[in-house]
């Protein structure tokens, strides 16, 4: 888990999937939420091609384009509220 997303266990990437889950509309219909999230984080650690991500999980590239954007619109409204409770 931390080697893919940066998250030190799966208890804590669980943790903040179900933070942001309600926050967020699948935007696939290959991949359920919880790939979504991951497929986002692998992005955001790795810098890799969207390209080859959709490659990799089997959806078009436009799909996988959507869901990055969406997700990390939410991500970015989600964990800036978040914050400000954690100071």
């Known amino acids: 888990v931390r080697f893919y997303t940066g998250f ?8 903040t999937f ?7 509309s699948q935007k696939s219909k290959t991949l359920v939420l919880f790939q979504e999230y ?5 992005k955001l650690r790795f810098h890799v091609l969207l390209q080859d991500l959709a ?6 590239l436009s799909t996988l384009s959507r869901t990055f954007t969406a997700w990390l619109t939410v991500m970015g409204e989600v964990f800036h509220k978040a914050k400000q409770f954690v100071h």
């Not at 030190?8 to 943790?15: E, I, M, R, Y």
């Not at 490659?55 to 078009?60: E, I, S, T």
């Open 55 to 60: 490659f990799r999980f089997g959806v078009f």
């Open 18 to 24: 179900c933070f942001v889950r309600p926050f967020v």
């Open 8 to 15: 030190p266990g799966f208890d804590v990437l669980d943790t």
């Open 38 to 42: 991951v497929v986002v984080l692998v």
